[in-house]
C-alpha cells in the first residue's frame, strides 16, 4: 500500500461493456477527442517489455518505461559469455537507444490501479544516505503494461542463493566467468595438491534444461580448445557435472533428440548423471538427496524459474499456483482495466504456455498491435485472442554439435549435429535485436576460432 496522488482522468481506450466483459472480449474505443497522448507504463525490458516497446506507436503515447536493467539481454547466448566466447556487450541492447520515451532505473514494487499508479524503489543513487525521503516514487498511467519476467527457482534448496551461482543476466555471465578463471589460476599453483586441484576445477551445473546443457558444453569447450593450452597439463583435472534430478536432459524435445544430447554431452566427457536431486549447496561442494558429497569450485544452477515480488505481493489476480498474474486471452488482467501482462510473470487463463522467450516476445508483439489500433485512424474493431505459434527448439550441444527442433507449418523437422549447430547459429544471429549485436556477435565467434577465448580477468 501506499498513498494515491491525484491522476488525469482520461478517456479509456480499451474498455469492456458489460456483455463484451461476460465474454472477456476487449472492445476499441474511439479516443480522438483527447488532444493529449495517454500514459503507457511498461514493466520490464526483456523479451516482451522490449518487443512491446519496439513495435508501439511512441509518437501516440507518452510511454514510460520502468525496469532494473537499463538493456534488453538475449539470453539463448548468455551461456557463450560465461566462458568467453561472446563478449558481454555483445548481446545486450541498450534501452536509450530507442526514441521517443522516458526511461526510470528501478523496481516496481506495487500497483494502484484505483490510482493508476505504479510505485517504483531508486536501482542506483550515489547519494542515498541524503536521499532516503526519495527513495520511492509514482508513475502514473492510463494503461498498464507488466512484462516483469521471472527469477530462478531455488525451490527452496538450502544454500542455493548464498552459494550457487544462476545464469539469468548478464552480471551473471562476468561473475561465472570470473569465478572459472579464479579456480584455473588456484589450481595453477606449485604447491596446489592435487586433490585440491580436482576440488577446484571440478563445475557442477545443476539442472538438464536447453541453459544447462548449453553452459556444460560451452565449458567443456573452453577446457578442451583453451584451457589446455593456456594452463598446461592442470586442465586435465577440469570436468563438468550436469545433475538433473528427472530421467533424461531437454525434456522438451523429442526421444530422439534427448536421447542424442544425452550420448553427445557423455561422449564430450560431460558426466551427466540422472535422477540426482540436490539436497543442499554449500560454499564448496553439493549434497545430493543421496547423502553423496560432490566437492567443486563451481555451481551453476538452472532449473527453471519462480515469480518475482511483485507478483506475490500484488493485489492483483493469480493463477492457482499464485506464481503468475492471471489473464484472459487477449492478456489483459482478469477484471482489471487497461492492465496488461505478458511474459513469464503471466498466465492465460485454462491456457498454459511454455516459459521460453519466444512466448513473451510474440506476446509483446500482438498486445503492441492491438494497443496501436486505438490511436489508428481505422474503424474500432474487436480483436482476435492471442495465439501463440511455435518456431520449435534448439540447443548447442558443444564440439559444434547441437539439436534443433524446427517448426514448419503442420510439419516438424528434426536435425542433430553440425546442421542443428549451423541453425542454432544462424537462427540466433537473424533474432539479435539490432545491427551493432549483428556484426558484434559474428566477429566475436570468428576472433574465438582464429585466436582462442580472452583467459584474463579484470
Known amino acids: 500500500e501506499f498513498p494515491a496522488k491525484p491522476v488525469l482522468q482520461i478517456t479509456s481506450f480499451f474498455c469492456l461493456s458489460r456483455s463484451a466483459r461476460s465474454a472477456s472480449q476487449p472492445l476499441l474505443c474511439s479516443t480522438r477527442c483527447c488532444n493529449m497522448r495517454p500514459k503507457l507504463c511498461i514493466l520490464g525490458t526483456g523479451w516482451g517489455g522490449f518487443r512491446f516497446l519496439r513495435d508501439i506507436k511512441r509518437t501516440a503515447f507518452d510511454v514510460r518505461v520502468v525496469s532494473p536493467r537499463d538493456h534488453m539481454l538475449f539470453t539463448p547466448l548468455l551461456a557463450s559469455t560465461a566462458v568467453g566466447t561472446l563478449e558481454h556487450r555483445s548481446i545486450i541492447q541498450p534501452i536509450r537507444s530507442q526514441p521517443n520515451f522516458t526511461f526510470f532505473l528501478g523496481d516496481a514494487v506495487a500497483v494502484n490501479t484505483e490510482a493508476k499508479q505504479v510505485c517504483v524503489r531508486r536501482k542506483k543513487d550515489p547519494l542515498a544516505q541524503h536521499r532516503e525521503e526519495r527513495e520511492l516514487f509514482h508513475v502514473d498511467y492510463d494503461h498498464l503494461v507488466i512484462a516483469l519476467g521471472a527469477v530462478p527457482n531455488t525451490f527452496n534448496t538450502p544454500g ?39 576440488h577446484l576445477l571440478t563445475f557442477v551445473v545443476v539442472g538438464g534444461g536447453p541453459t544447462g546443457v548449453e553452459f556444460s558444453g560451452e565449458v567443456h569447450d573452453f577446457i578442451a580448445r583453451d584451457a589446455r593450452e593456456k594452463y598446461g597439463d592442470v586442465s586435465q583435472r577440469a570436468k563438468v557435472v550436469l545433475l538433473e534430478a528427472s530421467g533424461d536432459v531437454l525434456s522438451g524435445f523429442d526421444a530422439s533428440l534427448r536421447e542424442y544430447a544425452l550420448w553427445r554431452l557423455r561422449k564430450s566427457d560431460v558426466n551427466v548423471r540422472l535422477g540426482c536431486a540436490v539436497k543442499e549447496v554449500r560454499p564448496d561442494s553439493v549434497l545430493l538427496q543421496s547423502g553423496e558429497i560432490i566437492p567443486c569450485g563451481l555451481c551453476v544452477w538452472s532449473t527453471g524459474v519462480g515469480p518475482r515480488p511483485f507478483v506475490t505481493h500484488s493485489q492483483l489476480p493469480t493463477d492457482k499456483s499464485g506464481t503468475h498474474i492471471l489473464t484472459n486471452e487477449f492478456l489483459q488482467v482478469k477484471g482489471v482495466e487497461s492492465v496488461y501482462a505478458i511474459g513469464d510473470c503471466a498466465a492465460i487463463e485454462n491456457r498454459p504456455l511454455p516459459a521460453i522467450a519466444q512466448v513473451a516476445e510474440q506476446e509483446g508483439k500482438y498486445l503492441a498491435s492491438q494497443l496501436n489500433k486505438l490511436v489508428d485512424d481505422s474503424p474500432p474493431s474487436v480483436p482476435v485472442p492471442f495465439v501463440f505459434r511455435s518456431q520449435g527448439m534448439l540447443a548447442y550441444l558443444g564440439d559444434f554439435k547441437g539439436v534443433a527442433s524446427v517448426e514448419g507449418g503442420p510439419s516438424k523437422f528434426r536435425f542433430k549435429g553440425v546442421v542443428a549447430w549451423f541453425i542454432w547459429r544462424t537462427g540466433y544471429l537473424t533474432k539479435l535485436g539490432s545491427l551493432r549485436n549483428r556484426l558484434q556477435v559474428p566477429m566475436d565467434w570468428l576472433k574465438t576460432l582464429l585466436l582462442g577465448r580472452d583467459v584474463s580477468n579484470f
Open 160 to 198: 542455493v542463493r548464498e552459494h550457487a551461482f544462476f545464469l539469468k543476466e548478464a552480471a551473471d555471465g562476468r561473475s561465472i566467468r570470473t569465478r572459472i578463471h579464479d579456480c584455473f589460476e588456484a589450481a595453477s599453483y606449485p604447491n596446489t595438491p592435487p586433490a585440491e586441484q580436482d
